[in-house]
């Protein structure tokens, strides 16, 4: 449905000089070595994530029914790792 070019777009840093690069609904981080590409979202009771390595197609999608906070976001994080890790 996209072209190449679009996809390239969105994937690109939209806002320079930022420690996470910032495309159009994408963000490019890092979790344990590897650099991925997902978006972020939620609400009072509920959080999701997505994210993937484009190099390898490995992802996850992560639906809680609970918000992030100081206490849970360690948490959320630790299930993304081991999602990303798992064989």
Known sequence: ???PESVEEM???QIPDTKM???IFWAT???G???L???DGGDLGVTTEMGFDPKTGDGFVLLMNYE???RSGPAFMAIERALMTAP
Do not use: F
Request: overall charge negative; proline content about 5%.
């Open 33 to 35: 070595g590897q650099q």
């Open 68 to 70: 992030w906070t100081p």
């Open 21 to 23: 690069g910032q495309g």
């Open 11 to 13: 994937l690109s840093d």
């Open 1 to 3: 449905i996209l072209s």
């Open 37 to 39: 590409t997902g978006h």
């Open 29 to 31: 981080y890092e979790m």
